[in-house]
């Protein structure tokens, strides 16, 4: 059983919105950073959205306003929604859960912005 699972990736059109799903074990979820990351061919891998075990959360300036990260305590599920998808949003967005030195990442979901 792998750690974390994402789910949720697909095929949208620019403007449209997707809710990408983490579940991860208790472990994880009770004590451990969250968060998503992307990774668009040709370009390293950057972080999107983080929130912490209490809730606080973090995002950059190029998602800011349209990218919101939730947790599920009820679910050990981290959420990421995307609104006002831009066809730059274009990527394999993977979810990670940090502690220290520790780190459980995803095995990546596709999420394509096309018209």
């Known amino acids: 059983v792998q750690p974390v699972v994402e789910s949720g990736g697909g095929l949208v059109q620019p403007g449209g919105s997707l809710r990408l799903s983490c579940a991860a074990s208790?472990?994880?979820?009770?004590?451990?950073?969250m968060g998503w990351y992307r990774q668009a061919p040709g370009k390293q891998r950057e972080l999107v959205a983080s929130i912490s075990s209490g809730g606080s959360t973090h995002y950059p300036d190029s998602v800011k306003g349209r990218f919101t990260i939730s947790r599920d305590k009820s679910k050990n599920t981290v959420y990421l929604q995307m609104n006002s998808l831009k066809v730059e949003d274009t990527a394999a967005y993977y979810c990670?859960?940090?502690?220290?030195?520790?780190?459980?990442w995803g095995q990546g979901t596709q999420v394509t912005v096309s018209s």
């Open positions: 990670k859960g940090w502690f220290g030195t520790l780190e459980y």
């Open positions: 208790r472990t994880i979820f009770n004590n451990y950073f």
